[in-house]
């Protein structure tokens, strides 16, 4: 039996919005990711993974879902999903898409009707509670883009809770009606011939049931990753409560039956919180019948020059449940481009970490290329996280793929204006230049990807750490029975020696070395190698 794809298989995350626009309104959609599948099969990856594109008023662009079941008009029909489904299995490339089961829009007729009476038969599918003993919100819990995670609605005379904008109301998951016309829309989309699912903020769907107060996280310093206001609570009642596990093996069920019918592999990848990795991997389930892939965000707000990375990944690797995948993320829609988290000298060592280390790595679209954080001028701003907290926004992340060094970087026609802006043209970050050099950051991607699959190690093959190695080095071997392959990274600024048994450099982030290897390798400052040893 062959083993699954999603165990060692790269996902490229598209951001629907900016990869490809066909219908020339400046907002990328469907038909614009199919015209470019060719690009992504040309990488090598395995899978892609689409972000909503769903109906929705867009107030969170797109993960604030006004029908579940239908694509918004913005980026085509159910027909454009259809005929990408169908190209991507042409060239043999696996189709995740998004799940969003937390919360609804507040267009959703599910809300709609839930709003519109105390008496309404969908009023238990979202919160509805008086207000405080003050006369203001039930709970102190806030939302994660700013405020209150409650809001008042006069009609009818009690708040509800949003843990996103007040546009995205959440969904009562304790409710079994809620959690049957949820697990509806996920067979609508395995019926539609999806390969599986991202989760969306899989971690709150169960919240306590007393919706207790969280208990204040006295004295943790804010990490930055979210709103000051937000850090200052620990999450103890409105996120990551066990009873989500149940939630997720239901599901796991739910696609495993899939599965089982077909002899395919689908699969199911959780946003889960990360930073208790004990609370993290209880995402596989206790028998691995949770989330096939918990999304691993260790890395990301890393500080790459700290001479740490290392450690970071020898304590995941130590919490990994055996026999799981991991899922290293370096980069997403919500954060910054690693090539401004890691800074660009260190982009091609991060690639090369990424497509090295164990498990199913995700690429985010444009990484490939290099792509930076895009300075968008305040007047271009759209993420409304951006305007709530000023300076946690994510569109400097989230912009167009340069296709070209032409007129709006051949994402959308000329004339047009893009729904962000573009990085500056002429630097050599984008798809035709890099086609064009032999050495580009995009065939280097192409490379290292290339490589895993030559090398059954870097898939299957067991992590071992080096150590005794210079500072910003680090350093691991992947291992299978008398198969080895040494990986060494120089995340410094100053050269340095690694020690190495013998063998042969294989690839490095340069792209110009395959010298022999004995005794030792020279790193220039940010160099990486793999090397394959005999
Ligand atoms: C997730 C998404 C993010 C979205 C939020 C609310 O974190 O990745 O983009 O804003 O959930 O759905």
Known sequence: MTEAWWKHGVLYEIYTRSFGDANGDGVGDLDGITAHLDHVAWLGVDAIWLTPFYRSPMADFGYDVSDHTDVDPLFGDLGAFDRLITAAHERDLQVVVDYVPNHTSDRHPWFTDSRSSRNSARRDWFFWRDAGRDGGPPNNWISLFGGPAWEWDQETGQYYLHTFLREQPDLNWRNPAVRDAMFDVARFWLDRGVDGFRVDVAGAVMKDPELRDNPLNHGRPWRGMFGAEWEAQDHLHDFAHPDVHRVWRDFRSLVDGYDRRDGRDRVVIGEVPSHDLVQWAAYYGERLDGMHLPFGFHLLRHDWGSG?????????????????????????????????????????????????????????????????????PPDRI????????????????????????????????????????????????????????????????????????????????????????????????????????????????????????????????????DDPVKGSVALAPYEGVVVRLV
Not at 311 to 339: F, K, Y
Not at 344 to 357: D, G, N, Q, V, Y
Not at 400 to 425: E, K, Q
């Open 308 to 376: 740490t990375v290392g450690d970071v990944v020898e304590r995941v690797e130590a919490a990994l449940p055996a026999g799981a995948a991991s899922s290293w993320v370096l980069g997403n829609h919500d954060q910054h481009r690693v090539a401004t988290a890691a800074g660009p000298e260190r982009a091609r060592a991060a690639m090369m970490l990424l497509l090295t280390l164990r498990g199913a790595p995700t690429v985010y679209y444009g990484d490939e290329l290099g792509m930076t954080n895009v300075d968008i």
């Open 382 to 513: 759209r993420d409304p996280w951006e305007r709530n907290v000023p300076g946690q926004g994510r569109d400097a992340a989230r912009t167009p793929m340069p296709w070209t060094d032409g007129p709006n970087g051949g994402f959308c026609p000329p004339g047009v204006a893009p729904w962000l802006p573009l990085g500056r043209p002429g630097l050599g970050i984008d798809v035709a230049s890099q086609m064009k050099d032999s050495h580009s950051m995009l065939a280097l991607t192409r490379r290292l990807i290339e490589v895993r699959r030559q090398e059954p190690v870097l898939r299957g093959g067991a992590y071992r750490a080096l150590d005794d190695l210079p500072p910003g080095v680090i350093a691991f071997l992947r291992e299978d029975g008398g198969r080895r392959v040494a990986v060494a990274l120089n995340l410094g600024h100053e050269a340095a020696d690694v020690p190495l048994p013998g063998g042969r450099v294989i690839v490095s982030t340069g792209l110009d070395r």
